[in-house]
């Protein structure tokens, strides 16, 4: 079946900016992450949505970040005022159950270059 | 706060050659830890998991990973590498059972010479 999807897959945009990440889940999956890829920091955490539970946005490096999940399955992440610090990829998982044990689901990601 | 350390940012080893790339944590309790690779060009997949049990577990593609507590570690082996299984290799460590939220390491290049 299909897997996670992500669009843009390239974004080149201008410093101040806002731009916004789109992540399709797997039909089904009610767990959705959003991780972030940069050069020197690694693959961080950013927000977590289970259901209609209140997300865990312990990640989220800034207030400029945000994001939400409408109908409990397609997910936006909205960077307000980008910075060049904010060039990295942005990754987008889904899985059936928020569980440890249960195998998250990776998309392709969006690379996000800030000018 | 829960950490991982990859000490190897990059490897290269021959085709055919045994390989064991290093993951250790930081973490109170009995932590859940993973390997992931990413191909160029691919997304993340995961390689193997650990949660309890016996220490030594199998992945897909060969690999094996051997959980060590009293060295704090989780290496990720395999016996001989194929030019295909050259990527980025991700240890990670889930702090909590019921969210699934993974800190990541900061990833180990493998390079495979023919």
């Known amino acids: 079946g299909a897997g996670v999807s992500q669009s843009p897959s390239n974004k080149v945009t201008e410093k101040g900016k806002d731009v916004e990440l789109r992540c399709d889940p797997i039909?089904?999956?009610?767990?959705l992450y959003w991780y972030r890829q940069s050069l020197g920091q690694g693959l961080e955490f950013l927000i977590y949505?289970?259901?209609?539970?209140?997300?865990?946005k312990s990640g989220l490096p800034s207030d400029r970040f945000s994001a939400e999940r409408t109908g409990g399955s397609v997910s936006t992440l909205t960077i307000q005022r980008t910075q060049q610090e904010d060039s990295a990829v942005y990754l987008c998982?889904?899985?059936?159950?928020?569980?440890?044990?249960?195998?998250?689901?990776f998309g392709p990601g969006t690379r996000l270059t800030v000018t | 706060a829960q950490s991982v350390t990859q000490p190897d940012i990059h490897i290269t080893v021959s085709e055919g050659a045994s390989l064991e790339l290093r993951c250790n944590y930081s973490?109170?309790?009995?932590?859940?830890l993973f390997w992931y690779v990413q191909s160029p060009g691919q997304g993340l997949q995961l390689l193997l998991k650990?949660?309890?049990?016996?220490?030594l577990v199998q992945g897909i593609k060969g690999f094996e990973a051997e959980f060590k507590r009293s060295q704090s570690s989780f290496n990720l082996r395999k016996p001989s590498v194929h030019w295909s299984d050259a990527a980025e290799y991700f240890c990670?460590?889930?702090?909590?059972?019921?969210?699934?939220?993974?800190?990541f390491g900061q990833g180990t290049t493998l390079q495979v010479k023919p």
């Open positions: 998982a889904s899985s059936p159950k928020p569980r440890v044990s249960v195998e998250q689901y």
């Open positions: 039909s089904g999956h009610t767990a």
């Open positions: 949505f289970q259901g209609n539970s209140a997300p865990d």
């Open positions: 973490y109170g309790a009995t932590p859940y």
């Open positions: 650990y949660f309890s049990g016996d220490t």
């Open positions: 990670a460590v889930s702090p909590t059972s019921n969210t699934g939220k993974l800190i």
